[in-house]
């Protein structure tokens, strides 16, 4: 569904609906649903599009789960990492290569990082999740 545009100065914007925004439908039984279709194990959420990631588990979390954030063309702003279950302590070191690219982050469970997501995303912000699947 295409959004309302209009062109000021020889500039077209076009403004989106929620309908046009990449949110996390849903999550649990160890995936996601994100775009309509279920998509099983970790993932990566961008405003442009989901990758899987190698992560298992938190420890296992590496700079490979984020190559397409530090690739995109709009580097986010944020990145909410989504533990699992529960909220768990993400390795110093990734924290660590997050500060040096100059990208903040929150780490949440799995559930409050989806629906925070969504909801900036919606607002507007430059955002991504990192989200480790739950039972």
Excluded: C, H, W
């Excluded at 995303?121 to 739950?134: K, N």
């Amino acid at each position: 569904m295409a959004g309302k545009s209009f062109t000021s100065g020889g500039v077209t914007l076009e403004a989106q609906s929620r309908d046009d925004l990449l949110l996390v439908e849903s999550y649990g039984d160890g995936g996601f649903r994100l775009m309509g279709r279920r998509v099983m194990g970790g993932v990566l959420v961008l405003p442009t599009g989901f990758f899987p990631i190698e992560a298992e588990d938190v420890k296992s979390l590496g700079e490979a789960d984020l190559k397409k954030a530090f690739e995109a063309e709009e580097k986010p702003e944020l990145v909410l990492i989504g533990t699992g279950e529960k909220m768990q302590l993400v390795p110093s070191a990734f924290k660590a290569m997050l500060e040096a690219a100059g990208i903040g982050y929150d780490s949440m469970d799995t559930g409050a990082a989806a629906r925070t997501y969504n909801v900036l995303l919606i607002e507007g912000r430059q955002v991504a999740a990192l989200l480790l699947p739950v039972d």
